[in-house]
């Protein structure tokens, strides 16, 4: 990069903890599409006297040459109650940033911009104490997923058998699902 990335924070002081991850998300953009002159992130912490797990709002700008920029905005509030976490808000505004420099550079090789589908899975069991529950994937596969990876706070309307779509993360004890949504 050709200067050095801007950090703008408003609500909190940021760690060197912080910074460091921004870096490494950065140097991973670049080292994987290159070229990147230039990054600004802003990150708005929520205000003090709304309860905790409010969201974070993390907002992306990257320089790119030819006057070319991609910008990734926080995403609308309440869509994901995960975006309380800073770490992760951080790293959901680099994966879209990712995907949107992914996009771009299929449409300058002249290639439409690749869509990855989104899984789906049914509902297979839930727990008792209304914490976690289990999916299977279309591949057969079984996958849990806890009851704060469920939008739109529907946890309690899920019922085996309900039809879902989810993101695939790597958990503690292996793949579990984040992001389910009703279909």
Not at 100 to 111: F, I, N, T, V
């Amino acid at each position: 990069m050709e200067t050095p990335f801007e950090l703008e924070i408003q609500g909190f002081e940021p760690s060197s903890h912080l910074r460091e991850q921004i870096a490494a998300q950065l140097s991973k953009l670049e080292r994987r599409y290159g070229r990147i002159t230039a990054c600004r992130v802003a990150i708005r912490a929520p205000n003090a006297h709304h309860k905790m797990g409010e969201p974070y709002f993390v907002s992306v700008h990257l320089a790119l040459p030819s006057h070319r920029d991609v910008t990734v905005k926080p995403p609308p509030r309440g869509m994901d109650a995960r975006q309380g976490n800073l770490t992760f808000a951080v790293n959901d505004a680099f994966r879209r940033a990712n995907r949107q420099l992914r996009d771009h550079a299929s449409r300058m090789r002249g290639r439409p911009a690749v869509r990855e589908q989104t899984p789906r899975g049914t509902i297979i069991r839930l727990d008792p104490s209304g914490t976690f529950g289990f999916l299977e994937t279309e591949d057969g596969r079984e996958i849990y997923f806890h009851a704060h990876s469920v939008l739109d706070g529907n946890f309690n309307r899920l019922k085996p058998g309900v039809s879902v779509t989810f993101h695939e993360e790597t958990g503690e004890k292996g793949p579990q699902a984040g992001t389910v949504r009703m279909i």
